[in-house]
């Protein structure tokens, strides 16, 4: 298909390692497709373990003089980094809608927001601080120094394919380590651009390494978290692959930051916006047609805003548009794969099944094609319903109704998974209370998403 880029030479489809472009050693490929359409847009290589440990001798050669640059340098290098980003946003964008699917001004925010991560880390680089403390003996001082940790293994999702890079690739460059990322299998170019960005920053041969791997996944994500060069793993994804890749990092005790799957509750308590909890709820549960780890799974409402939220939130869905992110007028996109597809669809018949009422959707889009699902607005949730207790990651409103806070408290606390949670309230004691009762890491407090680059939750640079 013909790519519509100003600047072609950012679609690469090679490996990005020790400053090279390269190929898988056995010459395989893999096809990376439009979800919207299922055309094949580009072939990348299918690397095995063989080629992911040259990726890790290159990261390895690289840090020993990487890490003896300067704090300053480094920034320079990560703010170039970052204007580059800048500079290339509509065809970084465009690439994202070509490889995930997501509206074009969905992708553009995101590069802005990955970007976001380069600039600040460029910033905090120079500020990687020590300590010193007095001891117990007069004579003696106690001094802690900042060191890179060494070769870091960053494991990037699919649905923020640029983001969610830079994330992990800012912190672990601004404090001298050096990286390889396994791109997600589903977008790999989104991946393979930033890494020609980096290349065109300047950063030294081996310090940003990029491999692509579909089939092979398991064997590279086990050659990560096993081998003993590798000091650092970061990965987002699915909580099963999390336990999976942790245990396998212990054989090697090594440092972990993981971002698993989630199963977050909204809550909309009476005293409310409701407004502003609609608006909240949009953000939340349908960007990226619910494909976020983050995004609202239960939404649970106070029964005496009950019917009147639910009139605002189906009259909200309406007005959304399903198609192609390449046109003007779509707000939601395909869903990645077909198994998402059934997957969603599998969630919504069991809750009609058991009761639940549907309001709007609740079937595929097969006119658009395989990979589209309808936004979806059920009622009268209950539980022992699947989503209640499994992650949807696809556009489903399910909303339940609760009588107390008390009883808000443990629908929302009834999960294995605690990733976030959200909740709506006028009342300033309220807001303080429910914020220390959910039993989850992230909360919003009368907001439905929280992601700036200042957020603590992200990685430091130490």
Known sequence: MELKLEDPSLLKTECYVAGRWVGARSGKQFSVDNPSTCDVVAKCPEFDSVDTESAIGSAKNAFNSFRKTTPRSRATLLRRWYELMIE?????????????????ADSRTEVRYA?????????EAPRIYGDTMQATNPSCRIVTLRE???????????NFPAAM??????PALAAGC???????????????????????????AGVVNVITTLENTADVGRILTTHPTIKKVSFTGSTGVGKLLMSQSASTLKKLSFELGGNAPFIVFEDADLDAAVRGLMASKFRISGQTCVCANRILVHRDVYDEFLVKVVEAVRAFVVGDGFKEETTHGPLVHDRAVAKVHEHVTDAVTKGARLLLGGEPLTHLGPNYFGLTVLADMRPGMKICHEETFGPVAAVFAFESEQEAIALANDSNVGLAGYFYSKDVTRCWRIAEALEVGM????????????????????
């Open 165 to 170: 890079i830079t994330r992990k690739a800012g």
């Open 148 to 158: 890179p940790v060494g070769v870091c293994g960053l494991i990037a999702p699919w």
């Open 88 to 104: 290339n946003v509509e065809d970084l964008a465009y690439i994202i809608t070509l490889e995930n699917g997501k509206p074009l």
């Open 178 to 204: 050096t990286i390889v990322v396994k791109a997600p299998g589903e977008t790999p170019l989104t991946a393979l651009a930033l890494a020609e960005l980096a290349h065109r920053a300047g950063f030294p």
């Open 115 to 123: 970007a976001s991560f380069l600039e600040w880390f460029s910033e």
């Open 443 to 462: 909360v919003g407090v009368n907001v439905g998403k929280y992601s700036p680059c200042t957020f603590i939750f992200f990685e430091k640079p130490h």
